[in-house]
């Protein structure tokens, strides 16, 4: 029975917090705010899931993410492609597309399997925007060859995308008409940003002494960014580690926060002295 045990404990899995978004799920995920954004989202997977037992080969729809930074607008993305177990996921910055990667590379051999995750859509250029509407609206695209000087090669959009943004009116009508499901996701709270700290640090197999003191010290140095908290806790954990340790309390935390200091942004020189003299 012990070498039994032994055994297990050798094979246990050790995830780091960047592969959290590989494993996680809509239900898995915090929501943010109300969590109003993330129930529809729930409500959505789950009709997907259950059209598929009639209609398997079925179209899947389109979304579109709309939150400020700090909604974890790109978390949810990769949780609706991880419900959906979607096995191909491409993923592209919407200010490259047609602008050094050619939409026709990233729509190509798309299957139902296929996810196309294409975030800040704000960024879009016009040329760009005009071919995510095609594939949108029409779910084709054709393009220009150059042997046939025809617009003769077709691409379909034969996966699921979702796209993401920051300000919902900065995205062209055309895009918000066109995507199935447009989704307002909200900031996450305090108490919500605590949450999340203790999930990551329960998917990481990191105990923690101190209680929720721990959980706010962490927190606070995000100045209300979820990106901003989880990239003190990675400071955190390799701090931990680097002492040879295996828990996470208050002494690691406050080492970490000078070596985090020691990477923060410089802030704007103060304004000048109005009352002297402008030599111009």
Not at 46 to 61: A, V
Not at 84 to 91: A, F, G, Y
Not at 108 to 115: I, M
Request: aromatic share 8%; charged share 20%.
């Amino acid at each position: 029975m012990t070498n039994m045990k032994k055994h297990d404990e050798e094979q246990k899995v050790v995830y780091e917090l960047d592969d959290f978004e590989k494993q996680c799920h809509l239900w898995s995920i915090v929501p943010g705010g109300s969590g109003k954004g993330i129930i529809k989202l729930r409500k959505i997977i789950d009709s997907i899931q259950s059209e598929n037992y009639t209609n398997p080969y079925k179209q899947l729809p389109s979304f579109l993410l709309a939150g400020e930074s700090g909604t974890g607008k790109n978390l949810v993305a990769k949780a609706i492609t991880n419900s959906l177990i979607l096995t191909d996921v491409r993923e592209c910055d919407a200010r490259y597309v047609d602008n050094g990667i050619q939409s026709s590379t990233l729509f190509r051999d798309s299957l139902l399997e296929t996810a196309l995750i294409i975030a800040n859509i704000e960024n879009l250029t016009m040329v760009a925007e005009s071919v995510i509407w095609r594939y949108l609206h029409h779910g084709t695209c054709k393009y220009y060859n150059y042997l046939t000087k025809q617009y003769d090669i077709v691409q379909n959009c034969n996966g699921m995308v979702v796209l993401t943004a920051r300000d919902k009116s900065k995205i062209a009508e055309s895009i918000l008409s066109a995507v199935d499901h447009v989704i307002e996701l909200e900031p996450y709270t305090v108490e919500q940003q605590k949450l999340i700290v203790h999930q990551q640090l329960r998917f990481c197999s990191v105990n923690y002494v101190g209680g929720e003191t721990v959980l706010e010290e962490i927190v606070n140095q995000g100045v209300g960014q979820i990106g901003m908290v989880l990239d003190f806790l990675k400071v955190c954990l390799i701090t931990m580690r680097a002492d040879m340790l295996d828990c996470l309390n208050l002494e690691v935390i406050e080492k970490a926060k000078r070596i985090w200091g020691s990477n923060a942004p410089i802030g704007a020189p103060p304004m000048p002295d109005q009352t002297d003299d402008i030599p111009f």
